[in-house]
């Protein structure tokens, strides 16, 4: 079993509409999770990070923890063509010395 | 106030050479983390170095090494390269262990041939 699972798309949502993003975890004790955003041919930009049960809000992006189910999401609404980009899950253990760990990604693609 | 810069921005070795990738963090950030980032797949862990010292490895050979600066920039060295190294190298810096403010460099494209 793979630490971080993401599906690996493409994911492919009309400009406008919600997407949704998932992420499952291995490490039951992880604590911190992060989701990135990465053009091609470029590297990994922060989007959000969530460390507690419940949404998290930021603009049109929101993200979606449910530790019990070990699961992190992202909600991206009002779809733009710009948001067109692989998006990275990132999950933190719970010690201070805990390596980041990526999940492979998902391919979003925004369809005008 | 500069991002997390890396050098150089391609490098280009044949196999069995060695490969020396640098980075420097942005200032004021003392941890630096190296990923690699192989065509179409995701960012496998390589090293992570804070404070001048190694504070976890991934599941990478021996022969990935690095090390920190006093000025905590960082490098990473690839002895013995193999056809399969060929990635993007990437750098991250954090303002210290726990990664909430984590930012990419441009990364370094090895191409081994």
């Known amino acids: 079993q793979k630490e971080v699972e993401q599906n690996s798309g493409p994911l492919s949502v009309p400009e406008g509409a919600i997407a949704s993003l998932n992420c499952t975890y291995s490490d039951r004790g992880s604590q911190s999770f992060f989701w990135y955003r990465q053009y091609s041919g470029k590297s990994p930009e922060l989007i959000m990070s969530?460390?507690?049960?419940g949404d998290k809000e930021d603009g049109r992006f929101t993200a979606q923890l449910n530790k019990a189910s070990q699961y992190v999401s992202l909600l991206i609404r009002d779809s733009q063509p710009s948001d067109s980009a692989t998006y990275l899950c990132a999950v933190k253990g719970y010690s201070s010395a805990s390596k980041i760990i990526f999940g492979s990604g998902t391919r979003l693609s925004i369809r005008p | 106030e500069a991002g997390v810069t890396q050098s150089p921005t391609h490098l280009i070795k044949t196999r069995g050479q060695q490969a020396t990738l640098r980075c420097s963090p942005i200032?004021?950030?003392?941890?630096v983390y190296w990923y690699q980032q192989a065509l179409g797949l995701g960012l496998q862990f390589l090293l992570w170095?804070?404070?001048?010292?190694?504070?976890n490895r991934g599941n990478f050979p021996p022969r990935f090494s690095g090390r920190q600066f006093p000025n905590y920039s960082s490098e990473l060295n690839v002895n013995a390269l193999e056809l399969e190294d060929s990635a993007l190298y990437l750098c991250a810096s954090s303002p210290g262990r726990a990664w909430t403010e984590a930012f990419f460099g441009q990364g370094t494209r090895l191409t081994v041939v």
């Open positions: 170095y804070d404070e001048g010292e190694e504070r």
């Open positions: 969530i460390y507690s049960n």
């Open positions: 200032s004021g950030h003392t941890s």
